[in-house]
């Protein structure tokens, strides 16, 4: 079974829309973090956020936000306004590190923004 | 700071040959990792390490094998290459467990 579930496997929008990026995760530990990347069409993986698993406040960061929420096991990502630049693959990952410090992504959400 | 480099950027192997990808960071992290990426896969875990001269075995351990004897270098060994390892390969490392990962830019193997 998938640890991380991204079941929206690609998404368009247009230009200065809103848009959300679900992410549902499984997992039995009480301790455990949670992370969103992005990876640009040049490839590189860049860090966008973590959570832990004691901390549901939800957390806003310029056109970006993220919604934790322990009762459906879900850490969903929204943007703001999107611009083309937003355009990229999107990942959702969790870590468990009481039960071997592995580290499980889902298999991402590729955002299309259209000009 | 250089942060994570991967040696080489891109490789062509054909089937049987070995090699060997390098991986080296800056950051003095104990915690690095090894993914491959495929279409529609994500990013799936290969080995991982959580200190010096420690190795585990991630999701899809099978026909690779690493090496950690310096903190900074993490190896990331195909002794036999198959065409099922054409992947694009990540490495990655974290200051310690629960924090972010900081990548590399990745190697592009290609086994014919």
């Known amino acids: 079974a998938q640890k991380v579930t991204q079941a929206q496997t690609e998404i368009s929008v247009v230009e200065k829309e809103d848009v959300t990026l679900d992410c549902v995760y499984e997992t039995r530990d009480t301790t455990y973090y949670l992370f969103w990347y992005k990876q640009p069409p040049s490839g590189e993986l860049v860090f966008l956020i973590r959570r832990n698993s004691f901390d549901e406040q939800n957390e806003i960061s310029g056109r970006y936000s993220w919604n934790f929420q322990k009762s459906t096991s879900s850490f969903n990502f929204t943007i703001t306004a999107s611009q083309v630049v937003d355009s990229a693959v999107y990942f959702c990952?969790?870590?468990?590190?009481?039960?071997?410090?592995?580290?499980?992504f889902g298999t991402g959400t590729s955002l299309t923004v259209i000009p | 700071n250089a942060g994570v480099t991967q040696t080489p950027k891109f490789r062509v192997l054909k089937t049987g040959q070995s090699m060997t990808l390098l991986c080296a960071q800056d950051?003095?992290?104990?915690?690095m990792y090894w993914y491959r990426q495929d279409p529609g896969m994500g990013l799936r875990l290969i080995h991982y390490s959580v200190g010096e001269g420690t190795t585990a075995k991630g999701e899809v351990p099978d026909g690779y094998n690493v090496s950690r004897l310096k903190k900074q270098n993490f190896l990331l060994g195909l002794e036999s290459a198959a065409p099922s390892q054409t992947s694009v390969y990540f490495c990655?490392?974290?200051?310690?467990?629960?924090?972010?990962?900081?990548f590399g830019d990745g190697t592009r193997l290609s086994i014919l």
């Open positions: 990655a490392s974290s200051i310690f467990t629960g924090q972010p990962q900081h």
């Open positions: 990952a969790l870590s468990e590190p009481d039960t071997g410090n592995q580290f499980y």
């Open positions: 950051m003095n992290h104990e915690y």
